[in-house]
Nanobody, 114 residues
């Protein structure tokens, strides 16, 4: 089994920044892709960003230029730097990791409000 634990969420004012972390543990030989989704109240879960084991990144259009995904393979950890936050970024952010199967964290709340 693989466990993912997110951290770093919180309340921030518009224009502010947060850094989310997601650490994987358990029976891991190697992790393929990792990434982040988010789900706002009343909306479907949507992709935010992905990163391959080699470091290739992909972003959804609405976060390009504002969010940065990175990973530390030695620590089995993926990060998401959120800058220039907007109220519409308010959501629960979930990380995932592909270790033959998809594994998900339980999510961390990000609230952007004045």
């Amino acid at each position: 089994q693989v466990q993912l634990v997110e951290s770093g969420g919180g309340l921030v004012q518009p224009g502010g920044s947060l850094r989310l972390s997601c650490a994987a543990s358990g029976r891991i030989f190697s992790i393929n892709a990792m990434g982040w989704y988010r789900q706002a109240p009343g909306k479907q879960r949507e992709l935010v960003a992905t990163i391959t084991s080699g470091g290739t990144t992909n972003y959804t259009d609405f976060v390009k230029g504002r969010f940065t995904i990175s990973r530390d393979n030695a620590k089995n950890t993926v990060y998401l730097q959120l800058n220039s936050l907007k109220p519409e970024d308010t959501a629960v952010y979930y990380c995932y990791a592909v270790v033959r199967l998809y594994y998900w964290g339980r999510g961390t709340q990000v609230t952007v409000s004045a």
